[in-house]
């Protein structure tokens, strides 16, 4: 089995190691810091299943769980977050992962939960179970901003962070005219008129 780690504190990877050196048979274990490792790594190396935290520097472990998925949509990716189940969640599912366990949990079902997802099934807490089900049966309990599409929500992030239209399109690779698109949408669906609306929302829900 391959596994690839992604979290910058390296006292974390370490924990994760050692769990995961628990696991029956061969491992091979990789380490990195940053979401451009990740990426870098992928394009080198076939790993069974990427161990990606979503509070990154630079790229957030989000985005390079899209990047992930729409580059090698075999690679199974589980996130491993500090952030309860109910402020991602459902946002990593669907982008594509396969699983999310918080940090606080993971010594007790990291190794369930790679071994169900490498054997090609998925991870999911009864709790999280519960709110997918609500997602699917009561649009009304989505925050605000699950109502974007996946370029909108990464558009919104980095226009809170301070972000200029040209940096945003020279980091996602499109035109500021189409960064301009975003950034319409998003202020027509979330309601708001100026990017520090943007930010003082996403520091209440805790996006940035």
């Not at 509070?55 to 729409?70: A, T």
């Amino acid at each position: 089995m391959k596994i690839l780690i992604c979290d910058d504190h390296q006292i974390v990877r370490v924990g994760i190691r050692q769990l995961l050196q628990q696991l029956p048979g061969k491992v091979f274990i990789e380490e990195c810091g940053d979401g451009n490792e990740v990426i870098s790594k992928l394009e080198k190396d076939d790993f069974d299943i990427v161990l990606l935290d979503i509070s990154l520097p630079g790229i957030s472990g989000l985005e390079v769980l899209e990047l992930i998925k729409s580059k090698w949509k075999s690679v199974n990716v589980l996130i491993i977050s500090m952030h309860p189940q109910e402020q991602y969640a459902i946002r990593a599912i669907k982008l594509g992962a396969s699983g999310y366990l918080t940090k606080e949990s993971a010594s007790e079902e990291l190794l369930i939960a790679v071994k169900k997802i490498v054997e090609g099934g998925k991870y999911i807490s009864q709790s999280l179970a519960e709110q997918l089900a609500l997602y699917i049966d009561n649009k009304s309990i989505l925050s605000k901003h699950d109502i974007l599409s996946k370029r909108e929500y990464v558009t919104m992030i980095k226009l809170a962070n301070g972000k200029t239209l040209q940096e945003i399109g020279d980091e996602l690779l499109i035109s500021i005219k189409t960064v301009s698109t975003y950034r319409t949408r998003v202020m027509a669906k979330l309601k708001f008129h100026k990017n520090s609306e943007l930010t003082r929302y996403c520091l209440s829900n805790q996006l940035i």
